[in-house]
Antibody, heavy 119, light 113 residues
Framework: EVQLVESGGGLVQPGGSLRLSCAASGFTFSIYNMNWVRQAPGKGLEWISY????????YYVDSVKGRFTISRDNVKNSLYLQMNSLRVEDTAVYYC????????????WGQGTLVTVSS | DIVMTQSPDSLALSLGERATINCKSS????????????LAWYQQKPGQPPKLLIY???ARESGVPDRFSGSGSGTDFTLTISSLQAEDVAVYYCQQYYSTLYTFGQGTKLEIK
């Protein structure tokens, strides 16, 4: 069974840092591109970052560029999101997402981890 | 960036009725060369992560009931639920994956009247 399990969320003060992790299982992690998508409380979905299967290419939405870094470890079957200089508006549930077999749609989603940025 | 706009924002229908949700992109998300459409639909129920329903504008994901169907190309797409069931109450999102800065529509909340 394909599974994505996020961890690392929590409460952090504005300006602080957090590192999210996503443990993947049930599929060949190293051949799939991966993404992070977030959802602020009561709001819609926002794609924030992409990483190619090899880790060679990464993309970010403008609002997190320069503050967040996506990375992966294909030996440990894990995806990461390093979040620095956090802002109140970064408060959201963060989802780890596996792309599809036939294209870059969001085929499988983790349960999400909540990040709360507040003083 | 490609902007995705869904209509309506909310919809209330009776059980058994047909539900139609529209999604419009600010530029084409279809490939002229191979006629592929880079548009997906998701269903999100309260307290759950989103679930993939449709990809390639019209291909139903495995396990998705056949009352769900997708259509469209270019900039205009539609998700149709042929006969609304109680378990279809959810928020529905479209997403383009034509451009790597993948973007979602704002969501359409579907309720039972």
């Amino acid at each position: 069974e394909v599974q994505l399990v996020e961890s690392g969320g929590g409460l952090v003060q504005p300006g602080g840092s957090l590192r999210l992790s996503c443990a993947a299982s049930g599929f060949t992690f190293s051949i799939y591109n991966m993404n992070w998508v977030r959802q602020a409380p009561g709001k819609g979905l926002e794609w924030i970052s992409y990483i190619k299967s090899s880790g060679s290419d990464t993309y970010y939405v403008d609002s997190v560029k320069g503050r967040f870094t996506i990375s992966r470890d294909n030996v440990k079957n894990s995806l990461y999101l390093q979040m620095n200089s956090l802002r109140v508006e970064d408060t959201a549930v963060y989802y780890c997402v596996k792309e599809g077999q036939y294209g870059s749609y969001s085929a499988v989603w983790g349960q999400g981890t909540l990040v709360t940025v507040s003083s | 960036d490609i902007v995705m706009t869904q209509s309506p924002d909310s919809l209330a229908l009776s059980l058994g009725e047909r539900a139609t949700i529209n999604c419009k992109s600010s530029q084409s998300v279809s490939s002229r060369s191979n006629k592929k459409n880079f548009l997906a639909w998701y269903q999100q129920k309260p307290g759950q992560p989103p679930k993939l329903l449709i990809y390639g504008a019209s291909a139903r994901e495995s396990g998705v009931p056949d009352r769900f169907s997708g259509s469209g190309s270019g900039t205009d797409f539609t998700l149709t639920i042929s006969s609304l069931q109680a378990e279809d109450v959810a928020v529905y999102y479209c997403q383009q994956y034509y451009s790597t800065l993948y973007t979602f529509g704002q969501g359409t909340k579907l309720e039972i009247k």
